[in-house]
């Protein structure tokens, strides 16, 4: 910056703060911490490098995500930024599981609380359940369309929302390396 206060990067390394200093505009004085996170990650040589070869209208970004990686790191030094990423989707799995069992209880509420049912069929969950669901004589009431979701909802929920492939949780060490 070369004014009278250094960057943080600067200030860190306790160097003089040259005008065309690479570091200045994406590490200001006033918040220190984030530099010394990423320098302690990925070293500050490693970062100028990085911040040279990146065409200047991109560069606000790569420091966002050095300092995002940077956090992420500290906070998991194994997994980083990939073990949050892992866990998110394993919560959106879940709760995609969740939202699918829910749907298909609901259809099968408003299809037994029907009064034009005649009687039950049988839709197929795999090849071991079976669940009793009210077949209606008034093709408006419930269609094949409605059945056929209702099946999809209620496949997925059996097969656990993923095919009938369990996730493994991808941040127990003992599931990745057995």
């Keep these: 910056m070369g004014g009278a ?5 600067c200030k860190l390394l306790r160097r003089r703060c040259a005008k065309d200093c690479i570091f200045a505009p994406y590490f200001p004085s006033d ?4 530099f010394a996170i990423v320098h302690k990650v990925f070293g500050a040589s490693n970062v100028s490098k ?8 991109q560069r606000a970004d790569a420091v ?5 990686e940077a956090n992420a790191r500290v906070r998991d030094p194994v997994y980083g930024c990939v073990g949050a990423i892992s866990f998110l989707q394993n ?3 879940q709760l995609q599981m969740q939202l699918a069992v829910a749907q298909a209880e609901i ?3 408003q299809m037994q609380q029907d009064p034009a049912a005649t009687g039950p069929t049988h839709l ?4 071991h359940q079976q669940l009793d669901v009210v077949h209606h004589s008034n093709l408006d009431a419930m269609d094949s369309k409605s059945l056929l979701l209702a099946s999809t909802y209620l496949n997925f929920a059996a097969s656990g929302g993923n095919g009938g492939v369990m996730i493994q949780d991808p941040l127990k060490r003992e599931y990745l390396w057995t």
């Excluded at 918040?31 to 984030?34: A, F, I, S, V, Y």
């Excluded at 990085?50 to 209208?57: A, G, T």
């Excluded at 966002?64 to 995002?68: A, G, N, T």
């Design 124 to 127: 197929q969950l795999d090849q």
């Design 31 to 34: 918040d220190p911490h984030k």
């Design 50 to 57: 990085m911040l040279q070869e990146i065409p200047v209208q």
């Design 91 to 93: 919560q959106v799995s």
């Design 64 to 68: 966002s995500s050095l300092v995002y």
């Design 5 to 9: 206060s250094p960057c943080a990067s």
């Design 107 to 109: 259809l099968c509420i």
